[in-house]
Nanobody, 135 residues
């Protein structure tokens, strides 16, 4: 059973930085993707970023490109999201999620790159971590 646990959410001021972490356990396939989507109150889920740990390829939603950086430490089964120059509109619950099949990986990557909701493509996600950016 795949499990993911997020951490690192906090309250920061506009322009500040945060690093989110996600530990994935039970992942046995090489060709999987792990990523983040977020949901703000009253808004739809939005893809943020996604990475394929096997080759390091990654995608970002247009709203975060140039500000957020995703990376993975494959030896630790851990993925990180470095968030810089945070804005109030980044306030949301951030969820870490894993896609396990090639088809689901493709959909998750495409949806994330478009800033659409990729959650249906993921096989498993965590309980989320709250990021709040004050103006």
């Amino acid at each position: 059973e795949v499990q993911v646990v997020e951490s690192g959410g906090d309250l920061v001021q506009t322009g500040g930085s945060l690093r989110l972490s996600c530990i994935a356990s039970g992942v046995t396939f090489d060709d999987y993707a792990i990523g983040w989507f977020r949901q703000a109150p009253g808004k739809e889920r939005e893809g943020v970023s996604c990475i394929k740990p096997r080759d390091g390829t990654s995608v970002y939603a247009p709203s975060v490109k140039g500000r957020f950086t995703i990376s993975s430490d494959n030896a630790k089964n851990t993925m990180y999201l470095e968030m810089n120059n945070l804005r109030p509109e980044d306030t949301a619950v951030y969820y870490c999620a894993v896609a396990l099949s090639p088809r689901r990986v493709s959909i998750a990557v495409i949806k994330t790159a478009r800033g659409e909701d990729p959650s249906a493509a993921y096989d498993s996600w965590g309980e989320g971590t709250q990021v709040t950016v004050s103006s």
